[in-house]
């Protein structure tokens, strides 16, 4: 045998046939494929106009087509023209519905491109090649062609939903509408449905669609038991704000979107825009000019304002979602009962009987939707189902948790403030005691094992503090006796605190430690040149001993910046012993301590702030020099004040928001609350 090229020559007896090699077919047929991962139309048809004979013949492993390429590409003119070189108008249908390796035809690829006119147009060539039968047949017909499935089971729509192609979906669902069942599309193999597939993706405008058209579907559970809802409530990240800049969270804040998700900042209708609007444009015009500054060219500030507007836009459809979810999803009424028999236990002999005679309560493998938003931070899913089901308040996940439970657990803030300004709740929720034997204290002093913590370990401890202090007060405003109650093992709160928090009390005191000798030996350096400065004036002293240049306006800031530099300098030292020689009990790392340390920070910053304002005015009073030189030579000398303070003013910053964090989460809320109501009365 004889090999070369793409064939083959096998010599048998008398008979030379010639034959095609399987590689010579793949090496023959990466000309199309380069063509078509290049974009490269006409190469594409030149190769296929010389070599007709191919066109039906898989261009990768994956037995993908030339077809399927031009359909995954939305490029009408180009199927138009490769069905144009089939040698007969029979095989249209025979090449639109050819599957590759995983089940998709080129009608599956063109759904997900998103291309509207090349869907109607493949579409349109299917149900040509039947146009001939009669009505009953076509109902079939249609049925058939545009309920091709994949090896997953995905039709068309379903795909087209995945990948949020919400005007292929539409478009294909009313094709099929009144000639075959659309439930057919609205399932796969496994049984996921289309409006899962879409939340899963985050394809919220798609889902927003889905539920318009069928409300029943939001009560379709995966083979794990979660609804959409369910679904929804495991996504904190489509309605937080993560991995943003300030600045792009403010650019953030004052993109106008409207109520259905569509952003109203660079809007066609003038007339419609209102004053608080344009106001809010002008404040985002005047961010970009700043971003302009880091940014080199201005192709990035558009590509960044845009993907912060898709953001905002995403989270606005799927608040709207969540509202049709929870009107219909009743899936918050599942009850876990609770273990009644376990009450208040002060005694550890009586504690062991009472466990052991009591049986736990059915076990879930999933819990409701409130209570998984809660444990996630997902405060708009919360607030909507309390507000259309308060009663929804009660429910218990399969440890007898309740929502207030679950959120000090999970340590989510904002949850925690909503359900306590719920008065009317707060005793029944504060009261309930856990199938483990926890109260609110306990699950306070306990240490979350799936929570990401940030900061230093003081910080984190002060934080696990903080949330203790909170539960207390709590506890101690509605049940009192509460406070003394033993869990299953016999341990009070504070007894699981100490005992939880032993570990992390460890490293907060050697990173205490480090901290505040590091601190204390920049303050007493800092002290000591301050303390020579003021005996080696520049310019000297005059006969009688006066400073030579004590009328300059420079002099007069060297002195007041030496002395300030001095005493700050003392203090923030002062403090810092302080903290060195403190017992460094777990108490002292709630207040005491980080109050020590953010003050001592404080004083460290101003002196070495003042340090360098008495350097700077030293130097231009003793060397003259022009305009420009002055402004590099402070430029020069406020550097390393600038590197201080990003170095080590996020300390200031961590300790600081464990007070600030609250107020300010206040008042923002407050803000965008007037703001949204302005914005829906000016629409």
């Not at 030189?629 to 430029?635: E, M, Q, R």
Request: net charge positive; with cysteine; hydrophobic share 40%.
């Amino acid at each position: 045998m004889i090999r070369g090229g793409t064939m083959a020559l096998v010599n048998t007896d008398e008979t030379v046939i010639e034959v095609e090699t399987e590689e010579g077919r793949y090496a023959e047929m990466g000309t199309p494929y380069k063509c078509a991962s290049k974009k490269n139309m006409e190469g594409m048809l030149e190769f296929y106009r010389t070599k007709p004979g191919a066109l039906l013949r898989p261009i990768t492993s994956g037995k993908d087509t030339a077809f399927h390429f031009a359909a995954c590409n939305g490029k009408k003119a180009l199927l138009e023209s490769l069905l144009a070189m089939l040698p007969s108008s029979s095989q249209v249908c025979h090449v639109l519905l050819m599957k590759n390796s995983h089940g998709n035809t080129p009608l599956h690829e063109v759904a997900v491109s998103g291309d509207l006119e090349a869907t109607t147009f493949v579409v349109d060539k299917l149900l040509e090649a039947r146009r001939q039968a009669i009505h009953e047949k076509e109902r079939r017909w249609r049925d058939e062609l545009l309920g091709t499935k994949n090896n997953l089971g995905e039709t068309a729509a379903y795909r087209a939903a995945a990948l949020g192609k919400t005007n292929i979906l539409s478009y294909l669902i009313g094709k099929v509408e009144g000639f075959g069942d659309i439930d057919d599309h609205f399932y796969r193999n496994d049984e996921v449905s289309i409006l899962h597939i879409a939340v899963i993706g985050q394809q919220f405008d798609t889902a927003i669609w889905l539920m318009n058209k069928n409300r029943d579907l939001a009560t379709k559970k995966l083979k794990t038991g979660k609804t959409c809802l369910h679904l929804l409530a495991g996504m904190p990240f489509a309605f937080h704000l993560q991995d943003m800049s300030l600045t792009e969270k403010f650019i953030y804040e004052f993109i106008p979107i409207s109520r259905n998700g569509e952003s109203q900042l660079l809007s066609s209708d003038q007339s419609k825009v209102s004053d608080s609007i344009r106001k809010q444009c002008i404040l985002c015009l005047l961010v970009t000019i700043a971003k302009l500054m880091r940014i080199l060219t201005g192709t990035e500030v558009y590509r960044k304002i845009t993907n912060i507007k898709k953001m905002k836009e995403k989270r606005v459809l799927a608040k709207k979602l969540v509202k049709m979810l929870v009107q219909t999803d009743l899936s918050w009424e599942k009850i876990h009962q609770p273990r009644e028999e376990i009450t208040i236990r002060l005694d550890k002999d009586e504690v062991e009987e009472e466990f052991t005679a009591t049986t736990s309560g059915p076990k879930s493998s999933i819990s409701t939707p409130l209570l998984t938003a809660a444990g996630k931070g997902i405060v708009e899913i919360v607030d909507e189902m309390l507000r259309q089901f308060p009663q929804a308040i009660e429910n218990t996940n399969e440890n007898g948790e309740n929502i207030l439970q679950v959120a000090i657990k999970n340590r989510q803030l904002k949850v925690f403030k909503r359900i306590k300004k719920m008065k009317w709740a707060m005793r029944r929720l504060v009261s309930r005691i856990d199938n483990n034997g926890y109260t609110i204290l306990h699950h306070a002093a306990k240490v979350p094992t799936n929570l990401e913590t940030h900061g230093n370990d003081a910080y984190k401890l002060q934080e696990e503090l903080l949330w203790f202090q909170r539960a207390e007060r709590l506890l101690t405003k509605h049940c009192s006796h509460y406070v003394m109650h033993l869990n299953e093992h016999n341990l009070t709160a504070e007894q699981l605190l100490k005992l939880e928090q032993d570990g992390l009390l460890k490293l907060a005191r050697k990173w205490m430690k480090e901290s505040a000798q590091s601190c204390s030996a920049v303050s007493a350096l800092i002290a000591t040149i301050a303390f020579a400065a003021i005996f080696t004036l520049p310019g000297g002293l005059d006969e009688s001993f006066r400073p030579q240049l004590r009328k300059k306006v420079l002099f007069k800031i060297f002195i007041v910046a030496d002395a300030v530099s001095m005493a700050a300098s003392l203090t923030s030292l002062v403090v810092f012993l302080s903290i060195l020689s403190s017992s460094y009990l777990l108490e002292d790392f709630r207040v005491s301590l980080p109050h020590k340390l953010t003050f001592g920070l404080i004083f460290l910053f101003l002196s070495v702030l003042s340090a360098m304002l008495a350097f700077t005015s030293t130097l231009l009073l003793l060397v003259h020099w022009g305009q420009w030189t002055t402004i590099l030579v402070y430029a020069a000398a406020f550097l390393p004040i600038f590197v201080f303070g990003v170095l080590q003013l996020h300390l200031l910053v961590d300790f600081l928001s464990a007070y600030i964090k609250e107020p300010y989460e206040d008042l923002k809320t407050k803000l965008l609350k007037k703001l949204n109501l302005q914005e829906d009365k000016d629409n």
